[in-house]
T-cell receptor, first 114, second 110 residues
Framework: DAGVIQSPRHEVTEMGQEVTLRCKPISGHNSLFWYRQTMMRGLELLIYFNNNVPIDDSGMPEDRFSAKMPNASFSTLKIQPSEPRDSAVYFC????????????FGQGTRLTVV | GEDVEQSLFLSVREGDSSVINCTYTDSSSTYLYWYKQEPGAGLQLLTYIFSNMDMKQDQRLTVLLNKKDKHLSLRIADTQTGDSAIYFCAENTGYSTLTFGKGTMLLVSP
């Protein structure tokens, strides 16, 4: 398996533009997580899905952020409109549901909003 | 709050032992984890410990858990330059979710 695949690896966009980040989890995993990493705040959980259903989105910072998982093999995180303070590395991770199971991370998308 | 605390930086010489410390907050956490992040990459699970254990050894890695003080440590024996990375402590705070510390940057000099 190729692991968790995220695209794009890097994204530079202007303030106010819509940004869509994509994730393909590992086949067979039924939990998917979106994290944001910044120097100031470290790694923050934004939202997670179990069996394609959003379970906890309390980490989503604002209404400008939305996430979908239309099927077991694809998820998107959308920011509209983007702002400079959204600049961060966004990670997607997947796992088998349950405590103690390993979460596998993608390589991340480095987003820069200018 | 629900912060997992770690020191931000550790510098050691090649061949020495490294000890990275962490305090967590949720006494009901059943698993505690150490993840490693190399530059430009995602996090990778190094090891984990079940909360009813107080020590786990895996080759050069030793994890110590003090549940009373909610303290977790990772010891890397014979540290190599390839061990230079950011190390994250994490606790499971929900059935499937993890709360991470801010990470400890380990720098190993030759």
């Amino acid at each position: 398996d190729a692991g968790v695949i995220q695209s794009p690896r890097h994204e530079v966009t202007e303030m106010g533009q819509e940004v869509t980040l994509r994730c393909k989890p590992i086949s067979g995993h039924n939990s998917l997580f979106w994290y944001r990493q910044t120097m100031m705040r470290g790694l923050e959980l934004l939202i997670y899905f179990n069996n394609n259903v959003p379970i906890d989105d309390s980490g989503m910072p604002e209404d400008r952020f939305s996430a979908k998982m239309p099927n077991a093999s694809f998820s998107t995180l959308k920011i509209q409109p983007s702002e400079p303070r959204d600049s961060a590395v966004y990670f997607c991770a997947s796992s088998l549901q349950g405590a103690g199971t390993e979460a596998f991370f993608g390589q991340g998308t480095r987003l820069t909003v200018v | 709050g629900e912060d997992v605390e770690q020191s931000l930086f550790l510098s050691v010489r090649e061949g020495d032992s490294s000890v990275i410390n962490c305090t967590y907050t949720d006494s009901s956490s059943t698993y505690l984890y150490w993840y490693k992040q190399e530059p430009g990459a995602g996090l990778q699970l190094l090891t984990y410990i079940f909360s009813n254990m107080d020590m786990k050894q895996d080759q050069r890695l030793t994890v110590l858990l003090n549940k009373k003080d909610k303290h977790l440590s990772l010891r890397i024996a014979d540290t190599q330059t390839g061990d230079s990375a950011i190390y994250f402590c994490a606790e499971n705070t929900g059935y499937s979710t993890l709360t991470f510390g801010k990470g400890t940057m380990l720098l190993v000099s030759p």
